[in-house]
């Protein structure tokens, strides 16, 4: 079987798996269980994903191109207003494809790196969206230096933020309908000033 055939069946398999992880969460999504959603028998997907490993993170590089489309699109008339605008996405991702937002941070599950001969390199879909955001961090703080730590202190916040958002956690805390407001403080915390 020639390379161009092979493709579509590799992309089918990816589909499959993210239709289950979408569905069922990063836990649901086994080899068998992608082969026969796709349509193909349990041995195919090892022709084009030598482990399992390998496979969840070619599900994960599709939210990760997924999340980078969304963030591609937030406008704003300076940087304060294009990272609120990339928080909101990223919470919004977060509550909308929570199987594929869990499964995405998982590097315990994942291989990112590319070593695998094919493999999917996810640093290439994760650097351009952190480096972008770090960049507009620093034109809010004035500080281009500390921006890489002052993004993934924001990053790993906003990440939390969706994580008990999630689990119905801030609700519980705040009462309903304060997200916003709970978002702003983030915000203000990390970048300084009012949103």
């Known amino acids: 079987m020639s390379s161009e055939e092979q493709s579509p069946l590799r992309e089918r398999l990816v589909d499959a798996g993210v239709e289950l992880v979408l569905a069922e969460g990063s836990g649901a999504v086994g080899l068998r269980e992608i082969a026969r959603r796709a349509g193909v028998s349990h041995g195919a997907p090892r022709r084009y994903f030598a482990t399992h490993r390998e496979l969840l993170s070619a599900v994960a590089r599709?939210?990760?191109?997924?999340?980078?489309?969304?963030?591609?699109?937030?406008?704003?008339?300076?940087?304060?207003?294009?990272?609120?605008?990339?928080?909101?996405?990223?919470?919004?991702?977060?509550?909308?494809?929570r199987g594929m937002f869990e499964l995405m941070f998982r590097h315990d599950l994942l291989t990112g790196d590319g070593s695998a001969p094919g493999g999917p390199r996810l640093r290439e879909e994760t650097a351009p969206l952190f480096g972008e955001m770090a960049r507009l961090v620093g034109e809010c703080t004035g500080d281009a230096g500390r921006a890489p730590v002052a993004t993934a202190a924001l990053w790993a916040n906003l990440h939390g933020l969706a994580q008990l958002q999630g689990w119905g956690s801030t609700g519980l805390m705040l009462g309903?309908?304060?997200?916003?407001?709970?978002?702003?403080?983030?915000?203000?915390?990390?970048?300084?000033?009012?949103?």
Do not use: I, K, P, T
């Open 62 to 97: 599709r939210g990760f191109a997924e999340l980078a489309g969304r963030f591609a699109a937030v406008r704003g008339a300076d940087a304060r207003e294009r990272v609120a605008g990339m928080a909101r996405v990223y919470l919004a991702y977060a509550a909308e494809r």
């Open 176 to 195: 309903e309908g304060r997200e916003e407001e709970l978002l702003r403080a983030v915000l203000d915390a990390h970048l300084g000033g009012q949103a």
